[in-house]
């Protein structure tokens, strides 16, 4: 590429007008109740709270690599560097802010730049900590006005150095650099994977037209000449249309768990939903505990996977749909066993007739599916359902399992 090519390639300035762009969409997903983020309008981006908090945010983005294929380092005489933090402090100045009104304000670098071993940010670090004066800090920014050739750098390093020592400290206790954010589109599908818990496939339709309908806006506003800016609330109304796919909770999400063989069978004969079956002569055989463990292990794990998705409503319409399919299977199954209680008050059951009814409750109740809404939990989740409700025990088997197995 030519002396003319270089100075008319767009690649560097597109992506760091991109890279600001997809900045924006990222601080945008990370605000909270009462924020307000705004795009170039007090700076490249800002955020506001209601409780009238200011954050200034500079954005900058190299297209440099290093040997390693990663961004460049921020260095001691990064031009960008010592740019932003003059055009802060000149920002300072002309709004004529006093020292207690900075100490709502906050700056920060957003660089998909790589932190490198530099005095400047240890420096920072240490006044930020309280462990370095403003006079150690002013004596770094000395030698690095020494040290440096660059004019520019030199003029943007006397800006800062020479500012008024009181809100120089404000100014640098409020300073955050935040370095390594070279995949911001990842960092934002990172933020939107929490949004499409519900619908993980959804993901990657949500993100290009959120991308799409928040660039359109930004576009409009800016040729329209109005500033763009949005507010949590404001975000949640006018792009809610772009969540509806990863809101679809129709369907939870299931996936294969793996049969488990090498189980502790006397500890696990001691849980309360195998003593259950066992007591009911359910259970004759390790494999029967395998089948019957895999079963609840799925259900719990599974449990586990729904804890951000699952709404208690719909739990406990599931619970009582599930209590209620027990219910049923158990009162139809000692039905005759309590019809002869009550004709003969001096009836006295025995195993050899509570056994067999027992079993037929199991057997019922193992016939029940599970529904989450429209979907039909299949036969492994459902009966792991019922040995979760047996081993607490909310649900029983036997004619007295409350009385052998409650606490």
């Not at 993901?203 to 930004?218: E, G």
Request: net charge negative.
């Amino acid at each position: 590429m030519n002396d003319f090519e270089k100075k008319h390639s767009a690649s560097g300035s597109d992506a760091a007008f991109t890279y600001q762009f997809y900045s924006f969409v990222y601080k945008l997903l990370s605000l909270e109740k009462g924020e307000t983020v705004g795009y170039e309008i007090k700076d490249d981006i800002h955020i506001e709270s209601f409780e009238g908090k200011l954050k200034l945010i500079q954005v900058k983005h190299t297209t440099q690599k290093k040997n390693d294929g990663t961004p460049s380092n921020l260095t001691n005489l990064d031009i960008d560097l010592w740019k932003t933090l003059a055009n802060w402090v000149e920002w300072i100045k002309e709004s004529k802010k006093i020292k207690q009104e900075l100490e709502s304000i906050s700056y920060v670098l957003f660089t998909n730049k790589e932190t490198g071993n530099i005095q400047f940010y240890d420096k920072l670090k240490k006044i930020k900590n309280g462990n370095a004066s403003i006079e150690n800090f002013i004596e770094v920014l000395n030698q690095l006005h020494e040290i440096t050739k660059d004019d520019s750098i030199k003029g943007y390093i006397n800006t800062v150095r020479t500012f008024n020592k009181g809100k120089l400290l404000v100014f640098l206790k409020n300073i955050e650099i935040e370095t390594g954010n070279d995949d911001i589109i990842q960092k934002i599908k990172n933020k939107l994977e929490l949004i499409c818990r519900f619908n993980p496939s959804a993901l990657q339709n949500v993100y290009k037209l959120l991308i799409t309908s928040i660039n359109d806006d930004k576009f409009s506003s800016i040729t329209g000449n109005t500033n763009f800016s949005l507010s949590y609330d404001e975000f949640n109304q006018k792009y809610r249309n772009c969540f509806e796919e990863a809101y679809d909770r129709e369907n939870l999400p299931i996936r294969d768990i793996p049969v488990e063989t090498s189980l502790d069978f006397d500890s696990l004969r001691k849980e309360i939903y195998i003593r259950q079956l066992s007591d009911i002569l359910a259970i004759r055989s390790d494999s029967d505990i395998i089948n019957i463990h895999h079963c609840k292990l799925t259900w719990d794990n599974h449990m586990l996977n729904w804890e951000d998705i699952l709404l208690p409503d719909d739990y406990k319409k599931m619970y009582a749909n599930a209590y209620q399919h027990w219910l049923n299977s158990f009162q139809e199954a000692y039905y005759s066993l309590n019809l002869k209680e009550a004709r003969d008050s001096s009836f006295q059951p025995k195993d050899d007739d509570i056994l067999p009814l027992a079993f037929n409750c199991l057997t019922k109740t193992r016939s029940k599916y599970i529904y989450y809404r429209t979907q039909n939990l299949d036969t492994i989740l459902s009966n792991g359902f019922f040995y979760t409700l047996s081993n607490i025990p909310e649900i029983g088997w036997h004619l007295l399992w409350e009385k052998l197995y409650k606490q």
